[in-house]
């Protein structure tokens, strides 16, 4: 299933994608897509709907984060070996946590914001993890079973507050509007080997980035596992896990946002996101 949240920002509706590709109206038989939508059974009854019962969504809309509520907002780093070379940081032994603001989250397609102050603001494309069932300890042998879905999201990223600023990455990653996700939440069984999906970036129609999940250094279910070792993971917690090759700070000269430019990517079977960056004072 592909699942979506349609709609102005704050007042989105749950949708569905049919077969067709058709948006179809979910708010009769769910009042939102968050954590308590997500778990097993919930999404058992979904598969039972005849999605040709469902009102079709025809006019144009805006498309919301695919999950909302969301409480946690985790982020692995350095998780492909050509990232963390161009980063000029060791490859790590263990997977690196540091998370985004939740108030960072927003659709796939909104204008994103170059902060006040900026002047390094970089792009990532990475697959997502969607958490569906609560998870705590968990082994890498079980840990997918507690995954609702994936989701392509953008993790942008101002490097200056991030690596210039003392402490830790946080502030350098989440920023207002530095967390697009979506445009839908693809259920586990429709991705399949979530470990084999091509992923891209262009910026003004360049291509910067080009990979594939299948060279993660740490895979899903190890990261979802690990994380459990150290946290309580909810229904509706969003894991982003890292990006391959290609992102502004490792080019020679280094590259970075500028108001204006484009940005598009998107993951095989995920979707793509399109997005505008705008001045942080914009129609505010």
Same mark, same amino acid.
């Given at each position: 299933?592909?699942?979506?949240?349609?709609?102005?920002?704050?007042?989105?509706?749950?949708? #569905?994608?049919?077969?067709?590709?058709?948006?179809?109206?979910?708010?009769?038989?769910?009042?939102?897509?968050?954590? *308590?939508?997500?778990?097993?059974?919930?999404?058992?009854?979904?598969?039972?709907?005849?999605?040709?019962?469902?009102?079709?969504?025809?006019?144009?809309?805006?498309?919301? *984060?695919?999950?909302?509520?969301?409480?946690?907002? #985790?982020?692995?780093?350095?998780?492909?070996?050509?990232?963390?070379?161009?980063?000029?940081?060791?490859?790590?032994?263990?997977?690196?946590?540091?998370?985004?603001?939740?108030?960072?989250?927003?659709?796939?397609?909104?204008?994103?914001?170059?902060?006040?102050?900026?002047?390094?603001?970089?792009?990532?494309?990475?697959?997502?993890?969607?958490?569906?069932?609560?998870?705590?300890? /968990?082994?890498?042998?079980?840990?997918?079973?507690? /995954?609702?879905?994936?989701?392509?999201?953008?993790?942008?990223?101002?490097?200056?507050?991030?690596?210039?600023?003392?402490?830790?990455?946080?502030?350098?990653?989440?920023?207002?509007?530095?967390?697009?996700?979506?445009?839908?939440?693809?259920?586990?069984?429709?991705?399949?080997?979530?470990?084999?999906?091509?992923?891209?970036?262009?910026?003004?129609?360049?291509?910067?980035?080009?990979?594939?999940?299948?060279?993660?250094?740490?895979?899903?279910?190890?990261?979802?596992?690990?994380?459990?070792?150290?946290?309580?993971?909810?229904?509706?917690?969003?894991?982003?896990?890292?990006?391959?090759?290609? /992102?502004?700070?490792?080019?020679?000269?280094?590259?970075?946002?500028?108001?204006?430019?484009? #940005?598009?990517?998107?993951?095989?079977?995920?979707?793509?996101?399109?997005?505008?960056? #705008?001045?942080?004072? *914009?129609?505010?």
């Amino acid at each position: 299933m592909k699942l979506v949240r349609f709609g102005q920002a704050g007042t989105e509706k749950p949708g #569905i994608l049919d077969a067709n590709g058709t948006l179809r109206d979910l708010s009769g038989h769910l009042s939102d897509i968050d954590g *308590a939508a997500l778990a097993p059974p919930s999404l058992e009854n979904l598969r039972r709907i005849d999605l040709a019962a469902l009102p079709a969504v025809t006019e144009p809309v805006r498309l919301g *984060a695919p999950v909302a509520d969301t409480r946690q907002f #985790i982020a692995i780093g350095l998780n492909y070996t050509d990232h963390a070379i161009e980063a000029n940081m060791p490859i790590p032994a263990e997977p690196i946590v540091f998370t985004k603001a939740v108030s960072c989250i927003q659709g796939p397609n909104d204008d994103v914001r170059r902060p006040h102050k900026s002047d390094k603001m970089d792009w990532e494309v990475e697959l997502g993890i969607v958490i569906g069932s609560r998870a705590s300890y /968990v082994s890498v042998e079980d840990a997918l079973n507690h /995954v609702a879905g994936y989701l392509v999201c953008d993790d942008l990223s101002e490097r200056s507050f991030q690596l210039e600023r003392g402490g830790t990455w946080d502030k350098g990653k989440g920023c207002e509007t530095f967390g697009p996700v979506g445009p839908w939440l693809v259920t586990a069984d429709e991705v399949g080997d979530v470990q084999q999906l091509d992923m891209w970036l262009d910026v003004n129609g360049r291509r910067m980035q080009t990979g594939n999940t299948r060279t993660m250094i740490f895979d899903c279910a190890t990261i979802v596992s690990y994380l459990s070792q150290f946290m309580v993971l909810l229904p509706g917690d969003i894991i982003t896990t890292g990006t391959p090759p290609g /992102v502004g700070m490792g080019m020679k000269p280094p590259v970075f946002l500028k108001e204006g430019d484009v #940005i598009e990517l998107g993951i095989e079977k995920l979707g793509v996101q399109r997005h505008k960056v #705008i001045a942080w004072d *914009a129609d505010r």
